[in-house]
């Protein structure tokens, strides 16, 4: 579940030399089962209540509400192309596909999202977003690169506008990261902005609307545009106000976009073509 154990385990799979597969324990009981045996994991790091309800069918299992506080085996580095993360996206076919994304990519982001949108050590961040979609990578291992604060927010509380303002406020959060959803059970709410500096919108084609009062109530706002396949964000856009367009903005470091014909020949500005990603964020 949602919690300290999330982030201490993904820390530990990493500092392992491993790569990690999230398993939202809310998520169907079918899908779970197919992504552990899909995936070949040799491992499922689990709660004991979470164990039980579920019974997935892994080789071998470590409840980290059991471990003993021993001295653990020295981290072991992983390298560039080895797999720090595998996402399940929905597939074309409707049957889930594991999107390997290497330490490099991740790497990648990582550096270039400290430096735009920008996150620091005096940050905090409420983090609102289920680990088995990719964007938590920014709401789990981005503030541990910087030395910023992280406030998990349990699913329940994630769900519930109310409860999510009233966590926003007592957190005293400054950088929130989330679908045009979550923004939208916030505004439901009567949230007015409070402490937040900065925020980014993704997980979906950001509204004009959404955009205008976001505008209102945050300083920086951001539109964070990626597939799964290219390591969470490919480009951003601030958002200012007077909204006009919603854009996708400039890419991130060392990624290269491309609005390509047919032919696979760039295409004159304002001609409608396909968007081709590629750079170092490419899993």
């Known amino acids: 579940e949602r919690g300290v154990d999330m982030i201490a385990g993904v820390v530990g799979v990493l500092k392992s030399g491993a790569g990690y597969v999230p398993l939202d324990p809310g998520y169907p009981s ?3 089962a197919f992504m552990v045996q899909d995936s070949g994991m040799k491992v499922l790091l689990t709660q004991n209540a979470v164990s039980k309800e579920l019974q997935l069918p892994a080789q071998a299992t470590v409840l980290v509400d059991e471990v003993p506080a021993s001295a653990p085996p020295p981290p072991r580095s992983a390298q560039p192309e080895d797999v720090c993360y595998v996402i399940y ?3 074309s076919t409707g049957k889930p596909k594991g999107v390997l994304v290497p330490h490099r990519a991740v790497v990648n982001l990582l550096e ?3 430096r735009t ?9 409420l983090a609102v977003t289920t680990l088995s979609f990719d964007i938590a990578v ?4 981005l503030p541990l690169t910087v030395g910023a604060r992280i406030v998990v927010a349990t699913r329940e509380v994630a769900a519930d506008g109310g409860r999510l303002l009233t966590a926003l406020k007592e957190s005293q959060a400054t950088f ?3 679908t045009p959803a979550t923004y939208r059970l916030l ?3 009567g949230w007015g902005g409070g402490d937040l500096k900065k925020c980014i919108c993704t997980g979906e084609a950001m509204p004009k609307d959404l955009a205008v009062e976001l505008v209102k109530r945050v300083p920086s706002v951001w539109n964070g545009y990626g597939p799964t396949e290219t ?3 490919s480009t951003f856009y601030e958002v200012k106000a007077p909204v006009g367009r919603i854009l996708i903005g400039k890419p991130v470091a060392n990624t290269l976009v491309q609005v390509l014909d047919p032919r696979g020949q760039p295409v004159l500005p304002g001609v409608v073509g396909e968007l081709f990603i590629g750079g170092r964020g490419v899993s």
């Open 30 to 32: 079918e899908r779970l």
């Open 89 to 91: 996206t929905s597939g």
């Open 112 to 114: 270039s999202v400290k």
């Open 117 to 125: 949108p920008g996150m620091t050590a005096s940050d905090t961040i």
């Open 138 to 141: 920014s709401e789990v291992i």
């Open 176 to 178: 929130l990261d989330a």
């Open 187 to 189: 505004l439901g709410a």
């Open 231 to 233: 390591c969470v964000w």
